[in-house]
């Protein structure tokens, strides 16, 4: 997607009434073009009738080190309840989109390409004067305006159309004072529906994004963990929350498995407009950036060991925790500690197999014990609702 192209100042063009050819049109037909020789890729964008240049990379990023595809596209319905998904190809988007990973001080270049019909756009859309399209938002790393993913800085991607969004993993530098990216973050959408894409977010368009220092601990498995409004998780309540297979478990947002011994990470994230608490049973882990503290560090025991942790609209925390470890295999229930919540179907398991990948036990998913309060997906946010 090109930038709006700006009509710069004719050298003749008269400066005001009565006024032919001065030096201030000149001046600034010169000032522009060294501006684009010396800044080089970028573009103009309009924001409240000014005329603002905005780098097509941060700060630090030089060029992309790695590009990848992404796509959004519409995924079959719940119910009535309309799905957009993102993936590294169009066959394999979900929600939650694929799991970003990055390296502190990377440079990573995402082209999203939007293959949602015009048509199932317009149906999420609150205000029919707002622009169709999806975007690309991400937390915690580093981006410039032409990569914010809003409507305001036109940073969205048309239907049938496609756009580079460019991602920086800033490194800590005790020198300057940065903080580094390091952590667990989240990308969305921020455009379908209206201004601040809650329609988007309420229908599937988000995935989680963990950024590593060199050296920290490499998971076996990830796994993002969504919590929503109307107590979902993923986007879903109840049974439909854990549907793995007991004879043939395959991972995915609604079947968490890890052999006992492996590492596994969760990606934790909160969407809509609910407080919740995130508690797993069996584990506990340090609440750091990205890694545990290691035995021996000085500041090893001013690290907090939880188990439960609350989670805001917005916010985003990570861990990685050894599944079984002392407690052995078995169903690990996850859920929100709200109580009614949890009671209401805002609950999973994590099923830790033993080491050789058999499922424990006892599980029979259609006996969930949130599916009291009945089961059936769920809306993140937005006005799309059933179950």
Same mark, same amino acid.
């Given at each position: 997607?090109?930038?709006?192209?700006?009509?710069?100042?004719?050298?003749?063009?008269?400066?005001?009434?009565?006024?032919?050819?001065?030096?201030?049109?000149?001046?600034?037909?010169?000032?522009?073009?060294?501006?684009? *020789?010396?800044?080089?890729?970028?573009?103009?964008?309009?924001? +409240?009738?000014?005329?603002?240049?905005?780098?097509?990379?941060?700060?630090?990023?030089?060029?992309?080190?790695?590009?990848?595809?992404?796509?959004?596209?519409?995924?079959?319905?719940?119910?009535?309840?309309?799905?957009?998904?993102?993936?590294?190809?169009?066959?394999?988007?979900?929600?939650?989109?694929?799991?970003?990973?990055?390296?502190? +001080?990377?440079?990573?270049?995402?082209?999203?390409?939007?293959?949602?019909?015009?048509?199932?756009?317009?149906?999420?859309? *609150?205000?029919?004067?707002?622009?169709?399209?999806?975007?690309?938002?991400?937390?915690?790393?580093?981006?410039?305006?032409?990569?914010?993913?809003?409507?305001?800085?036109?940073?969205?991607?048309?239907?049938?159309?496609?756009?580079?969004?460019?991602?920086?993993?800033?490194?800590?530098?005790?020198?300057?004072?940065?903080?580094?990216?390091?952590?667990?973050?989240?990308?969305?959408?921020?455009?379908?529906?209206?201004?601040?894409? *809650?329609?988007?977010?309420?229908?599937?368009?988000?995935?989680?994004?963990?950024?590593?220092?060199?050296?920290?601990?490499?998971?076996?498995?990830?796994?993002?963990?969504?919590?929503?409004?109307?107590?979902?998780?993923?986007?879903?309540?109840?049974?439909?929350?854990?549907?793995?297979?007991?004879?043939?478990?395959?991972?995915?947002?609604?079947?968490?498995?890890?052999?006992?011994?492996?590492?596994?990470?969760?990606?934790?994230?909160?969407?809509?407009?609910?407080?919740?608490?995130?508690?797993?049973?069996?584990?506990?882990?340090?609440?750091?950036?990205?890694?545990?503290?290691?035995?021996?560090?000085?500041?090893?025991?001013?690290?907090?060991?939880?188990?439960?942790?609350?989670?805001?609209?917005?916010?985003?925390? +990570?861990?990685?925790?050894?599944?079984?470890?002392?407690?052995?295999?078995?169903?690990?229930?996850?859920?929100?500690?709200?109580?009614?919540?949890?009671?209401?179907?805002?609950?999973?398991?994590?099923?830790?197999?033993?080491?050789?990948?058999?499922?424990?036990?006892?599980?029979d998913h259609h006996s969930h014990p949130a599916t009291t309060a009945g089961a059936g997906t769920a809306t993140g946010t937005g006005?799309?609702?059933?179950?």
């Amino acid at each position: 997607m090109t930038a709006p192209a700006w009509r710069l100042p004719d050298a003749g063009a008269a400066d005001g009434p009565g006024h032919r050819g001065s030096g201030t049109a000149r001046l600034l037909v010169v000032a522009a073009i060294v501006l684009l *020789t010396v800044v080089g890729a970028g573009g103009f964008a309009a924001a +409240g009738g000014t005329r603002a240049f905005f780098a097509e990379r941060p700060e630090g990023c030089a060029k992309p080190d790695r590009s990848i595809q992404l796509y959004a596209v519409e995924l079959p319905k719940d119910g009535t309840q309309i799905r957009l998904g993102y993936g590294l190809t169009p066959e394999t988007a979900s929600y939650p989109g694929p799991t970003m990973e990055m390296m502190e +001080g990377e440079c990573l270049a995402i082209t999203l390409h939007n293959q949602v019909p015009a048509a199932t756009l317009a149906q999420l859309r *609150t205000d029919a004067n707002h622009p169709l399209g999806v975007s690309l938002h991400v937390h915690g790393v580093k981006y410039t305006q032409l990569s914010d993913g809003t409507v305001q800085s036109a940073s969205f991607v048309p239907p049938g159309e496609s756009r580079t969004y460019t991602w920086f993993a800033q490194q800590r530098n005790n020198r300057t004072g940065a903080q580094g990216t390091a952590g667990y973050w989240w990308y969305h959408d921020h455009v379908v529906g209206g201004p601040h894409g *809650t329609q988007g977010l309420g229908v599937g368009l988000f995935g989680g994004l963990v950024v590593r220092r060199p050296g920290d601990p490499k998971p076996d498995r990830t796994y993002p963990v969504v919590f929503g409004d109307r107590q979902s998780i993923n986007l879903r309540r109840g049974v439909d929350t854990d549907t793995c297979d007991g004879q043939n478990p395959r991972p995915g947002p609604t079947c968490l498995i890890a052999r006992k011994g492996e590492k596994v990470e969760f990606i934790v994230i909160g969407i809509g407009n609910e407080m919740h608490t995130f508690h797993l049973h069996g584990h506990s882990w340090a609440d750091t950036r990205t890694g545990v503290v290691g035995n021996g560090h000085p500041f090893a025991d001013s690290v907090p060991i939880i188990d439960n942790k609350s989670l805001g609209p917005g916010d985003s925390f +990570g861990f990685q925790v050894v599944a079984g470890d002392s407690v052995g295999p078995g169903h690990w229930m996850l859920h929100c500690h709200m109580q009614f919540h949890s009671d209401a179907g805002m609950s999973t398991m994590l099923h830790v197999l033993d080491e050789s990948g058999a499922m424990p036990p006892g599980h029979d998913h259609h006996s969930h014990p949130a599916t009291t309060a009945g089961a059936g997906t769920a809306t993140g946010t937005g006005q799309h609702q059933h179950g």
